[in-house]
């Protein structure tokens, strides 16, 4: 989704009265200091989250709490010194015994945040799970939330919910796209040649879309109700469901804690194939980003196999993402052991997943109650993440639960790479749905994915979003051109498409996004990357479709039948596998010398566009890629990516075989016909044949159907119809007197040009088309840029630098780098062209 330029829309300064934080003194007040330090002699690794336990139960200790206000709980756990250990906490409703929040990251930074109300008596249980450290530190605030939009049951919202619908917006070409784009709305990737969905979050969002002259209708009025029926849909199906097909056999959508509690059950119990980890950087609420990874002799990382990263939920409210990342840990783990294709692929690979890349948003997303209605105070569907510092001095208090500036806050992590970062498809207020951050990777959550992909030879990419049916590769701007790569990178595209049922395609072709995640790791690093939009109704569906449908290829999802995204991921993962995708590096080195691969270089962002709609130049973004092998003696082969970034290996493009086609006027028919705002229901329209020539007279790259006529307040659409009656592109803006309809690579045949006469601006005085006329342009060349090197050092078992080399490799190739640990002179492996 996208929204540029968007000012913000907030009505007024809301008094979100976050009461100062208090801290609880537990049991016994006086002695809060000690009560707060939790015990327990010894670890057990069970989950805190199942239930409450009895007191003196071994690996746990508890507090029980009365919250003092209406809204939040949040209770924290530290680890009490630097031992290391994994404490994880929960808070449980004391009368019912009903789970309230959990938290499970790997170490014992850990924060459970939930809901309550005032006077609410709780337990929080602190569960030692693994590790030495025989104490952690709890803290317990309770944070008071005044009414406004916060989900606190029993209180009466005080602002007046508004109705949130989907409408689709007819849009004609790329630039009316963008000039949707540009009234901020929420536009989704719903889309194709004539339309694209867009949310309307309330009145404001709907006076906008009515001011601007677009044509548009409601496809669904209500989306809260929506929202509601889906949430009871989920509490149905888990009823009368005991397990589903999935690999896990999982029936609800899991909590963030979850997760984490898998993943870390994953690695316990499968100690040489699984390892958990964390990444780098804490998220601005100080949560813990948790993935996982699934290979062969698992801690052996420098191994030289190709790493296949599978990502989710950059989008807090796109909770189906997480789901499908977590099932393929899954998938990985029962096929290592049942399956012997995924045996064998994934002791061929190293496999990696990060199920909830944005960690506060999908926590505060996950733990709203069913609203989704899109308002601001909307948490459940909040899509960035928790970034407060780019917000006006107001706004930047409170915590990401409750703040004066709600769902609103917040940075987009798929705006905030660096590959295009600035320009269009995002936007420079703070409040957007598609903010790029103060500067390209300002956030925790780009910087973790950016620190991974940089260490790692991370061939194959794929973060999963959700929704729109697609599968969309680079680039994601218009006008940058693909990358020489693009036969490869469609064919795998459309190949997973095959499985899934989704739209393959390159992601500008249904509107700009700059600063999105492949932008940056393919073009800087040559691995495949990809965008999947799961499923096809909303951000998340009910379980039953919008996961398990969608995950197991069956009804109704695109899919059925053809294998579902499980076999997508297999796709992406038996691509990994294939040598001929990548690059290899083949040499000897005695056992136990490290060799290190590294490239530093620059790459520009966009021009950086300003609030004010001018632009600054570029920024140079500095990417550093350092990756390492350990070598076991003799022969080693390294599958590495490209030594030459996709940024500066030039562009893809088809050397002209003829000329063009000479241009073709349009003749106007006698008359004209009545106005017609239907069509297609309506057919009433003007034909006029065409025929585009072929092989080996012309080569046709292009061709630009054009109509003009006379004022901006007369309105006729153009839509190009092939023989088959398959409308291949059409134009049909508003406030222009002219359109314009463009095809690439034209298939030679018959066409007809459709002129659809919308709007007269008056009747009595006809305002015809004229100057009808088909304009070819010859394909445009591919482009080459220079060739770039990796630098290749090896280091003896004392760390002591023993040989170091220049070493190029294309895509496809592998280059023998001989005894590069015994050669100390610097030798270079140029496999120039
Ligand atoms: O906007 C996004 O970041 C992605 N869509 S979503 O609805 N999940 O938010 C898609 C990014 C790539 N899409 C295009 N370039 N159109
Ligand atoms: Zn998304």
Redesign the pocket.
Same mark, same amino acid.
């Given at each position: 989704?996208?929204s540029s330029q968007r000012k913000p829309v907030l009505r007024a300064v809301l008094a979100v009265g976050i009461g100062s934080a208090v801290v609880v003194g537990l049991t016994t007040p006086t002695s809060a200091a000690a009560e707060n330090v939790l015990r327990a002699d010894r670890a057990v690794a069970r989950s805190c989250f199942a239930s409450a336990l009895p007191a003196r139960t071994p690996g746990v200790d508890r507090r029980e709490v009365t919250s003092t206000v209406d809204g939040l709980i949040q209770a924290r756990l530290a680890a009490k010194d630097k031992t290391a250990g994994d404490w994880d906490v929960a808070v449980f409703d004391k009368t019912t015994g009903k789970l309230v929040a959990a938290s499970a990251a790997l170490g014992s930074r850990e924060l459970a945040e939930s809901f309550v109300v005032k006077g609410q008596q709780l337990v929080v249980q602190g569960c030692r799970y693994a590790g030495d450290a025989r104490s952690a530190v709890l803290g317990v605030d309770f944070l008071a939330i005044t009414p406004q939009g916060t989900p606190t049951p029993g209180v009466a919202a005080k602002t007046a919910p508004e109705q949130a619908e989907l409408v689709r917006v007819a849009t004609a070409d790329q630039q009316d796209k963008n000039k949707l784009l540009g009234l901020g709305l929420d536009v *989704?990737?719903k &889309?194709d040649a004539t339309g694209v969905d867009v949310v309307l979050a309330g009145a404001d969002d709907r006076k906008v879309l009515q001011d601007s002259g677009f044509r548009f209708e409601v496809l669904n009025p209500d989306l809260s109700a929506t929202s509601r029926d889906n949430a009871r849909k989920d509490v149905e199906f888990a009823e009368r469901t005991k397990v589903t097909g999935l690999p896990s056999g999982r029936t609800t959508y899991r909590h963030l804690w979850e997760y984490d509690f898998e993943m870390k059950e994953l690695a316990r119990k499968n100690p040489g194939l699984v390892q958990a980890f964390t990444l780098p950087h804490p998220t601005v609420e100080g949560v813990d980003v948790v993935g996982v990874e699934i290979a062969a002799n698992v801690a052996n990382k420098a191994d030289g196999k190709p790493v296949n990263l599978l990502m989710a939920t #950059? #989008?807090a409210r796109?909770w189906p993402s997480a789901e499908h990342a977590m099932e393929w840990v899954y998938e990985l783990v029962d096929g290592y052991a049942h399956d012997t294709e995924i045996r064998d692929l994934v002791k061929r690979t190293r496999n990696i997943v990060v199920p909830v890349v944005n960690a506060d948003g999908f926590s505060i997303s996950r733990e709203a109650e069913p609203k989704g209605d899109f308002s601001r105070f909307d948490y459940e569907m909040k899509?960035k993440n928790c970034q407060a510092s780019d917000s006006p001095e107001q706004y930047r208090t409170g915590v990401c639960k409750a703040n004066p500036a709600g769902a609103q806050r917040g940075t987009?992590p798929?705006?905030n790479y660096a590959g295009f970062w600035g320009g269009a498809?995002a936007t420079t207020s703070w409040s957007g749905e *598609?903010f790029r951050g103060a500067a390209p990777f300002s956030e925790p959550e780009t910087r973790n994915i950016r620190e991974l992909v940089s260490a790692r030879q991370v061939t194959n990419l794929l973060t999963l #979003? *959700?929704? $729109?049916g697609?599968v969309?590769r680079v680039p994601?701007v218009f006008g940058t051109r693909p990358p020489l790569d693009e036969p490869a990178n469609k064919a795998l595209g459309d190949l997973m498409a095959s499985r899934n049922g989704y739209t393959s395609q390159p $992601?500008? &072709?249904?509107?700009? @996004?700059s600063g @999105?995640t492949e932008d940056w790791s393919y073009w800087a690093t040559g691995g495949y990357g990809y965008?999947m939009?799961i499923g096809l109704d909303g951000?998340h569906p009910p379980y039953e479709t919008g996961v398990v449908a969608e995950y197991l290829g069956q009804a109704p999802a695109p899919g059925a039948g053809k294998g579902g995204n499980r076999a997508a991921f297999l796709d992406m993962l038996r691509n990994a596998a294939t040598p001929a995708a990548h690059s290899t590096l083949t040499g000897t080195a005695p056992r136990g010398y490290e060799l290190a691969l590294h490239k530093s270089f620059q790459t520009p962002t966009s021009p950086v566009r300003q609030p004010d709609g001018s632009t600054a130049p570029p920024i140079y973004v500095q990417d550093t890629l350092d990756s390492k092998l350990t070598a076991t003696g003799g022969k080693f082969s390294w599958a590495v990516n490209p030594s030459t970034r996709p940024y500066v290996a030039g562009r893809y493009g088809r050397e002209p075989q003829a000329p063009p086609q000479q241009s073709i006027q349009l003749a106007n028919p006698a008359g004209v016909p009545a106005e017609n705002t239907r069509f297609p229901v309506d057919q009433t329209a003007e034909r006029i044949p065409f025929t585009i020539k072929g092989m080996p007279e012309v080569d046709n790259g292009k061709v630009a159907v054009t109509v003009d006529w006379g004022t901006t307040a007369t309105d006729w659409d153009l839509y190009i119809v092939d023989a088959s009656g398959q409308t291949v592109t059409s134009s049909a803006s508003g406030g222009t007197n002219t359109e314009t309809a463009v095809l690439y690579d034209p298939p030679a045949g018959e066409y007809t040009a459709v002129l659809v006469n919308f709007h007269q601006a008056d009747p009595s005085v006809v305002d015809d088309w004229g100057r009808g006329r088909a304009q070819f342009e010859s394909p445009v060349p591919p482009t080459y840029g220079p060739k770039e090197s990796y630098t290749l050092t090896c280091k003896d078992r004392r760390g002591k630098i023993v040989g170091l080399a220049d070493v190029y490799v294309d895509r496809g190739q592998t280059v023998d780098v001989g005894a590069v640990c015994t050669d100390s002179a610097r030798e270079t492996k140029a496999r120039k062209k």
């Open positions: 989704m996208v *989704t990737e &889309a #950059h #989008h796109e899509r987009d798929n705006r498809g *598609t #979003h *959700t929704y $729109s697609l969309l994601g $992601s500008w &072709a249904l509107y700009d @996004t @999105t965008t939009e951000f």
